[in-house]
């Protein structure tokens, strides 16, 4: 479409999730993402799809698996305290290979926190929130467009690699309206489900499960997994860099942090310091390899997000002691502001570098 319209961020993602053919959601209330419910209880019958409100988090998931199975394009979404509770649940729809999209609109926490904007269930989305070896796609939007075009993505992802995607935002971005381009979906060249359970009675029975009790048999369908998410770090990185030439400080934030560190980027570098961003937009897979090839003795890293410290122990470990990463966060809702960004910019700007051992990394 050639003009732009617009919407409320949880509007767009289910706007989006409809466009794709996401014919079942199942959800339950919690701020800030009681948008998503509630555009899909209006929306859904209009286009033939089913929405239900189910009477907990844990039931949403597991009606989500059951669609899944059946062959639908599934969704669930939920912010902190809710995903915490699908967690098991994610976990069976990895093992067993169905693919559903889950949207984390993440609050503050731990606990009930507040119902504003976060960033602290990172290591949950992207290091296996769930129990057992598995990996989620998880994508993390800084804009209503990119909310629009990665949530359709996700739904493709999703089919291609019988796997949950997460779409990672929060109340920030779920709340904020602005103008974008409601692109038309175009349906890609996808494997038949040729796995789904639509009856039988023309075909011998299949079997949807994550129970291996056979010796070895666990084992093998774990190296399975395991090659498909080395797949997924072969060819789904995905990130982007904003002033990267000549800079000798990188901001790495993703998110709606980064979106606040460009404002600050550029106008840090109209007054002639040499900053720039870098926004991994996949968090897992974490674009390890780019970071390495711009870490070096010249360069330092600093991390920004709204929480204790979390994506910075990535950065860390794909600059493996190349560049000097240091960490600023805010924690429990508190956003960090482009003044905030700024000055400490400047502050690392105007200190020397900390010794960086060239073998072993060690400071």
């Known amino acids: 479409?050639?003009?732009?319209?617009l919407m409320k961020g949880n509007e767009v993602i289910a706007e989006a999730a409809i466009q794709a053919g996401c014919r079942f959601y199942a959800g339950y209330p919690i701020t800030p993402q009681n948008e998503i419910p509630e555009y899909m209880s209006r929306r859904m019958p209009g286009v033939g799809g089913i929405f239900i409100q189910a009477e907990s988090e844990l039931a949403a998931i597991n009606m989500v698996y059951g669609a899944s199975a059946a062959g639908m394009r599934a969704m669930t979404s939920s912010s902190s305290p809710g995903i915490s509770l699908k967690q098991e649940t994610?976990?069976?729809?990895?093992?067993?290979?169905?693919p559903a999209v889950i949207v984390n609109m993440q609050r503050g926490g731990p606990g009930l926190g507040n119902i504003s904007g976060s960033q602290?269930?990172?290591?949950?989305?992207?290091?296996?929130?769930?129990?057992?070896?598995?990996?989620m796609l998880v994508y993390a939007p800084s804009s209503l467009q990119e909310l629009w075009d990665l949530t359709m993505l996700a739904f493709d992802k999703a089919d291609e690699y019988r796997n949950p995607v997460m779409i990672l935002g929060d109340g920030i971005i779920g709340q904020m309206m602005e103008p974008f381009y409601p692109t038309l979906y175009t349906t890609p060249d996808l494997p038949e489900k040729t796995w789904v359970l639509d009856g039988c009675k023309e075909r011998e029975p299949r079997v949807i499960k994550s129970l291996y009790?056979?010796?070895?048999?666990?084992?093998?369908?774990?190296?399975?997994l395991q090659g498909k998410y080395r797949?997924?770090?072969?060819k789904?990185?995905?990130?982007?860099?904003?002033?990267?030439?000549?800079?000798?400080?990188?901001?790495?934030?993703?998110?709606?942090?980064?979106?606040?560190?460009?404002?600050?980027?550029?106008?840090?570098?109209?007054?002639?310091?040499?900053?720039?961003?870098?926004?991994?937009?996949?968090?897992?897979?974490?674009?390890?390899?780019?970071?390495?090839?711009?870490?070096?003795?010249?360069?330092?890293?600093v991390v920004m997000e709204m929480n204790a410290g979390q994506m910075v122990e990535d950065v860390r470990l794909a600059s493996n002691g190349r560049s000097e990463v240091v960490f600023y966060g805010r924690t429990g809702g508190s956003i960090i502001t482009p003044e905030e960004i700024e000055e400490k910019v400047i502050r690392l700007m105007h200190r020397r570098p900390?010794?960086?051992?060239?073998?072993?990394?060690i400071r």
């Open 231 to 234: 797949s997924m770090k072969d």
């Open 354 to 361: 900390q010794f960086v051992n060239k073998k072993s990394g």
């Open 120 to 135: 602290s269930d990172y290591f949950q989305a992207v290091k296996g929130g769930g129990h057992g070896d598995y990996k």
């Open 213 to 224: 009790m056979g010796d070895g048999e666990l084992e093998m369908r774990n190296n399975i």
């Open 90 to 98: 994610i976990s069976y729809l990895a093992g067993a290979e169905l």
């Open 236 to 301: 789904e990185v995905k990130s982007e860099g904003y002033c990267i030439e000549g800079s000798e400080v990188m901001i790495v934030a993703f998110g709606t942090v980064a979106r606040i560190a460009l404002s600050s980027v550029l106008k840090l570098r109209r007054e002639g310091f040499k900053v720039g961003l870098f926004r991994p937009v996949s968090l897992f897979p974490f674009p390890e390899k780019e970071l390495f090839l711009l870490a070096g003795e010249s360069r330092r890293f």
């Open 1 to 5: 479409m050639d003009n732009k319209i």
